[in-house]
């Protein structure tokens, strides 16, 4: 029997032998374990994968007294049974599969290989032997849900039982204002907000896969959609804005750190945090760049902005501890202070973050490690500002962060899926970077080979033709075609959202050779990608949801080229009317295709304001003129 097979992630250590074990049309899965309910949805998963197999229909049972010739699989939960205690030991023999792990989240993890074995088999699978267990503890995804995207329950539900075959094991839903606060309902009743019964319902979901739901809620920096408000805006540290490292902004960002923001602070804490079962915190924290700069401008003057940050982030710390709770905070602001790290409360978790492929991931864990602050290395899945993700960069990103997170004793690997700039994305073009994030945290070492299209393909779109995983891979470096590189997004995306003239001066201060031959290039490359996608086969429910998704991102990208071409133009002098009235058209088309499969995954709140992005492109054509 062949021995090629895949598996996401790919286990530590998976040895085959020359033998097979056939499945019996009637067998038993004997559960043995101090509590067989516990284990119970493991065991339902594995019979789901059998009965997929013609002809086969295996029971469940409690226990192993059963006669020995009617057992088909043993699922043991024995402590102690393996080193670490989210691992597992498999091994298949010609007579029986036998699973054993220490602990029930470890027998679960070991039914997701099993898993995904038995659906690369028929009724024949190979003897073999696996020893595995996780790199990283603590393997977690956080979803952007606050700007503007809010996914339905369906759509999370089904995210978190593909993330859990994935063994993920931490989810955080980012939020800033879309909790439906009931003390403070005036800030999110037009955006379709998470309920707390929801949060409940999606506590116990993720709980019964072993998925630990850690709230999430920045609590310093990024709270614009609070602070905007009359009844709010006391609180803000610039109420008019400030000149900031992004250039000049008109409304305010940040707390003030004051003792009427923890008073603030507290109401959302005390309504939000009941409805998790975790005790860890996100507080989040992060990018307050007009700290100092407004109302505390004078206390940062005698302090340093590092230790007015420092001090507030301390209070906000002791609230946390005083509920119960360990909190989590993103490391960016206290790097740039790296002697007031040591002064950090000892039982934080700092969660060190950066999305490009050279983020000094291997710096900053020094000092963290340095320090003994424990800390998550954070990398992304690079599909924010890019419409279909930046490939390479995901992988290199994520791969960084691992290895220096290894190297560094990080209790922790945190992928972050960002929404910034209306989360044009759709959600499968993130399946990508989420798969190399499972991946890694689990075994670094062991999927640096992993064959991603392949992988990602037949785990993420259950397409075994292969075709879908390539398309969203290489569809994911097309900008890279450009020869055009920015921060954090691809240039693609960019001239998008840019002006005319914006976009002129991008490409002035970036042109590599021949910029109309090499966006020509793009336009070829993508027919090349996309000519393939009617042939793909997904086994999927939402397949053509997907296929529109991707046609819709593919066309974005053209309509990138052909804008860009447009501008050039504009800046040359030529003729250009003709190009300009077939843009409007395209975008005329796009819009309605863009409303279509936004709220197939999704809650309407969000949208006027991310889909008012997509106009401003629009009025573009409408009022330029040679």
């Not at 116990?204 to 630990?212: H, L, P, T």
């Not at 490409?507 to 990608?529: E, F, K, S």
């Amino acid at each position: 029997m062949s021995r090629d097979f895949i598996f996401l992630p790919t286990p530590q250590h998976l040895e085959f032998f020359d033998d097979t074990f056939t499945l019996k049309a009637n067998a038993l899965i004997c559960i043995q374990a101090p509590s067989v309910q516990e284990n119970l949805l493991a065991a339902r998963q594995l019979q789901q994968a059998i009965h997929a197999v013609p002809g086969l229909r295996w029971e469940i049972v409690g226990g192993a007294t059963a006669p020995a010739e009617q057992i088909g699989a043993v699922l043991t939960v024995t402590p102690s049974a393996t080193t670490h205690p989210q691992g597992y030991q498999l091994a298949i023999t010609k007579e029986a599969i036998h699973l054993i792990a220490s602990t029930p989240a470890g027998l679960f993890y070991g039914v997701q290989t099993l898993r995904q074995l038995l659906s690369q088999c028929g009724r024949q699978i190979p003897a073999l032997r696996c020893h595995d267990w996780p790199d990283f503890p603590n393997r977690g995804v956080m979803l952007d849900v606050s700007r503007d995207k809010v996914p339905t329950m369906k759509t999370l539900l089904e995210l978190v039982d593909l993330l859990a075959s994935w063994k993920i094991n931490q989810l955080q839903l980012y939020f800033e204002h879309i909790f439906a606060y009931r003390n403070h309902p005036a800030v999110w009743q037009e955006d379709s907000p998470f309920t707390a019964e929801e949060i409940l319902e999606l506590d116990r979901f993720c709980r019964e896969r072993f998925i630990e739901l850690v709230p999430n809620q920045n609590s310093f920096g990024h709270l614009e959609q609070w602070l905007v408000r009359p009844e709010y805006i006391h609180l803000a540290e610039a109420p008019e804005g400030c000149d900031t490292p992004w250039g000049p902004r008109d409304k305010p960002f940040s707390l003030q750190p004051t003792e009427e923001s923890l008073n603030f602070l507290r109401s959302l804490y005390d309504e939000l945090l009941p409805n998790f079962s975790s005790r860890q915190f996100n507080v989040g924290c992060d990018e307050t760049i007009d700290l100092g700069k407004g109302r505390s401008r004078a206390l940062a003057e005698e302090l340093g902005v590092g230790r007015l940050y420092l001090n507030f982030l301390r209070k906000i710390h002791r609230e946390v501890r005083s509920r119960g709770y360990t909190m989590q905070f993103w490391g960016d602001i206290i790097v740039e202070h790296p002697e007031l790290v040591p002064e950090l409360p000892r039982d934080v978790i700092a969660l060190e973050w950066g999305y490009e492929a050279n983020h000094p991931f291997d710096e900053h864990g020094a000092l963290f490690a340095a320090s003994g602050i424990p800390f998550y290395v954070c990398p992304g899945t690079s599909s924010w500002n890019s419409i279909a993700g930046r490939t390479t960069n995901a992988v290199e990103n994520i791969r960084n962060a691992a290895a220096n997170g290894l190297k560094y004793g990080a209790v922790g690997l945190l992928n972050t899926d960002w929404g910034d700039h209306g989360h044009w994305q759709p959600l499968p073009v993130s399946y990508l970077g989420l798969a190399v994030g499972a991946a890694h945290a689990w075994a670094h070492d062991a999927n640096c080979a992993l064959p991603l299209q392949d992988a990602l393909s037949r785990f993420a779109f259950r397409d075994e033709t292969g075709i879908m995983g390539r398309i969203a891979a290489d569809l994911g470096d097309i900008y890279r075609f450009t020869g055009v590189t920015m921060h954090n997004a691809s240039v693609l995306f960019r001239i998008l959202q840019a002006t005319p003239t914006q976009i002129i001066e991008w490409l002035r201060a970036n042109t590599v050779g021949d910029l109309p031959q090499r966006l020509r290039a793009v336009l070829d490359a993508i027919d090349g990608i996309m000519g393939n996608l009617h042939n793909t086969s997904m086994q999927r429910e939402d397949a053509g949801l997907i296929k529109r998704e991707f046609a819709w991102a593919a066309d974005m990208l053209r309509h990138a080229c052909w804008r860009a071409l447009w501008a050039l133009n504009i800046e040359r002098n030529v003729e250009n009317d003709a190009l300009r009235q077939w843009l409007l058209q395209e975008a005329d088309r796009l819009l309605p295709e863009f409303e279509a499969i936004w709220h197939a995954r999704n809650r309407p709140g969000g949208f006027p304001r991310s889909v008012a992005r997509l106009k401003r492109m629009r009025e573009d054509y409408l009022e330029a003129r040679l």
